[in-house]
């Protein structure tokens, strides 16, 4: 869900249907509340894409009860590659740029000569919330007709356009 608004809030249900359209298998119900600023940080863009040579930007934004924590950008699976905002540094083989804006609560993290080595999965980590972000490295700027798909919180496909509607017209 995105862009939630006050008026959104409610109850909503997930169900997984395996045994046809009519009778779900099983199926959850939630209630939820969306508040004005609960503070909770988010990735403003989680799958960023750039040319080799290039940089990308990533914005992490925070709300007023993580203004005061620490926040840093790491590889996945990588602890030790954790650089803390203000300290610049490098991840892969580009070299990274890390600010944090505390009165407009937005960190930001430049990441600049990528190479296909820095292509994978980031997080933008603030206090105890990891926020996961998709690095995608590309080799020149042929890239029209293509359509970045996030596929699920672990998957990105890229997809041209007319293999994509081809998938969607027999739905």
């Known amino acids: 869900m995105w862009r939630l608004e ?3 809030s409610g109850w909503y249900w997930c169900a997984v249907e395996i045994k ?3 009778t779900p298998d099983d199926r959850v119900y939630l209630y939820l509340t969306v508040t004005e600023d609960a ?4 990735v403003v863009n989680p799958t960023v894409t750039g040319q080799i040579g290039g ?3 990533v914005q992490c934004r925070y709300g007023n009860p993580y203004r005061s924590r620490q926040k840093q950008w790491c590889r996945s699976g990588d602890w030790s590659s954790c650089q803390k905002a203000g300290s610049p540094g490098t991840a892969g083989h580009g070299s990274v740029l890390i600010t944090d804006h505390t009165a407009e609560g ?10 296909p080595e ?6 933008c980590d603030i206090s105890d919330q990891q926020l ?5 490295v590309t080799e020149g700027k042929d890239q029209q007709g293509k359509v970045l798909y996030f596929f699920d919180a672990w998957r990105l496909i890229m997809l041209d356009k007319i293999s994509l509607q081809k998938r969607l017209l027999p739905f």
């Open 6 to 8: 006050t008026g959104d």
């Open 20 to 22: 046809g359209y009519e």
């Open 39 to 42: 503070g909770v940080p988010y």
């Open 55 to 57: 940089e990308v930007s």
């Open 106 to 115: 937005l960190f930001s993290v430049t990441v600049s000569g990528l190479r």
């Open 118 to 123: 820095d292509q994978g999965w980031y997080w």
């Open 132 to 136: 996961p972000v998709y690095l995608k």
